[in-house]
């Protein structure tokens, strides 16, 4: 199996594609921290003489919020209560707010940019089987004394770990690019996680790379999908051009039907964005974390019972 995967590795790395790819992210990021360094310098950071003041109006904001919203929904409940605890205890720490822009604060910015390495990953992901029927290599991959589930799964690992690469591509080089153009906070930086009812400090680069695992759920579903459809279909453009319609429209549709029904936390996209239960509010009231993992393997089991059922089934034409 180790083979198999290495195999493949090495059958991906060395396409022109993929070394393109990686040298588009390689350019996005620098490009997007040239743009970000362009515009802190024409907006500098305020003065945080007076953060005391701003935190307890903030707080007077969400008790007020609380008071009035979080009777009747259960998901604003939590998420005033976590965000009250969290800034009184800013103030009996005495933890200003982070203002001015460091290399942590850029690579929390370069989380928008995740959303092209899922990019990347479903164009790889889209042609890891269809691919090998148009060039006709299909064959020499099923003469071997492997089952057709082993060489599958090989492929799919494959995957996994090059989406796995274009997310440490992203983070580490958002670390360096941003050390060098806005350098390491003056002070030690925490983050403020309010877990099993209190408030602690986490390690920032722990939690920032927590967060980009979290915010690349959706990526990992909607690749697992056109691995699908490249495994049934062997069309590669079809794989690549439904995937990317969802990526890209998947979560404002969600966000629209949650709004008038129920019914919508049972959809895909309502359930990939992981972070909102540490830092936001899920769509629909009554959603947990466990609920939207389960979700999310439901989604997972279907891909995979699909993709392997018919992929073992189907004829290989001469």
Known sequence: MGNLILNEWIKVIRRKATLCMIGIMILFVIGFGVLTKFMDSQTPAPENNNWKQTIEKQLENDRSSLEQTGANNANLKMYYERQIAIKEYQLKQEIPPQNEMHMWTFVEDSQALITFAGLFTIIIAAGSVSSEFSWGTIKLLLIRPLSRSKILLSKYVTILLYGLFFLTILFVLSAIVGFLLFGAPADTVTYLAFANGEVVERNMAIHLAAQYL?????????????????AIFRISSLAIGLSLFLLFTGNTATMLLASKFEWTKYLLFANTNLTVYFDGVPPVDGMTLSFSIIVLI?????????????????????
């Open 214 to 230: 979290l915010s690349s759920a959706d990526v990992l579903l909607i690749a697992t999908m056109a691995f699908m459809i490249s």
């Open 298 to 318: 439901v989604y997972l089991a279907i891909f995979h019972t699909l993709a392997f059922a018919l992929f073992n089934k189907r004829d290989i034409a001469a």
